[in-house]
């Protein structure tokens, strides 16, 4: 069983139970990827009536307000969302809730950066859901009719991809720590977040083929929620890019 570049999956190969009579289906993990979108919606929503409030002050334009509570809620989704991950790729039992913990955490954050954005950017966030929508059922299509196949040297390829792009987020974090910024190019920037959703998208396949191999398998039911909890992570992160290309592409027009 070939390892996944997606780190939710890395480690699934080695904890298969045969013994247990209820394997994962490929429904199940359609149903428990949807039932985390409708956490994260919910939670999306919820955020955004709840705890934040757009006041108009004469002369200085929008001004937003978050509720103290949300931005505890937030505090917490940022430095909890990768830990959440980690636990239910290495605890498969507990994978549920917390799965759950990070798509209502991620939802949130995300809920609230959209509302703000899409108040300067009219239907950024109609645009940013439409186009993370249209990569998923493309790339579903292609996968399921096999006009695209996932080879072991495709695999090696993105995993030094993940590797690379993970690296270099690092040291950019780190040099912006000295107020040091690397791409100040409208243009540099935006080709960049363009590779990085082409790149999302192959991850996709990447979560689609490995999500047929639990099946295939005979992984057991609870890894149904792992491979869920994976694609969410990928969807997320399309999203993310899709979203600050709209505001690099509205930011290059003014």
């Known amino acids: 069983m070939q390892k996944s570049s997606n780190p939710v999956f890395k480690n699934l190969e080695k904890r298969a139970d045969a013994s247990v009579v209820q394997a994962a289906t490929l429904t199940g993990i359609s149903l428990k990827t949807i039932i985390l979108l409708v956490f994260a919606f919910g939670s999306a929503i919820a955020s955004v009536i709840f705890g934040l409030r757009a006041v108009t002050i004469p002369g200085e334009g929008v001004v937003f307000q978050v509720e103290s509570w949300l931005l505890a809620v937030l505090g917490i989704s940022f430095f909890t969302s990768f830990i959440s991950v980690m636990i239910a790729n290495f605890f498969p039992r507990v994978a549920m809730p917390f799965s759950i913990l990070y798509a209502v955490g991620q939802g949130a954050f995300l809920g609230v950066i959209t509302a703000i954005i899409n108040a300067f950017i009219p239907g950024a966030a109609v645009t ?29 390829v993105m995993f030094a991809s993940l590797i690379g792009i993970l ?45 047929e191999r639990i099946t295939q398998h005979g992984f057991p039911k609870q890894y ?18 899709v979203l600050r290309l709209i505001v690099l592409v509205a930011g290059r027009r003014e």
């Open 128 to 156: 940013a859901l439409i186009g993370v929508g249209s990569i998923f059922l493309v790339m579903l299509v292609l996968y399921t009719s096999r006009a695209f196949r996932v080879t072991n040297k495709f695999r090696k």
């Open 167 to 211: 690296l270099a987020s690092l040291v950019s974090m780190v040099l912006s720590l000295f107020k040091i910024v690397i791409i100040q190019s409208y243009p540099i920037a935006i080709i960049l977040t363009i590779l990085l959703i082409i790149f999302g998208a192959f991850m996709l396949m990447l979560d689609f083929d490995y999500a």
């Open 224 to 241: 149904e929620w792992i491979a869920a909890l994976g694609l969410m992570v990928t969807l997320v992160w399309i999203y993310v890019q």
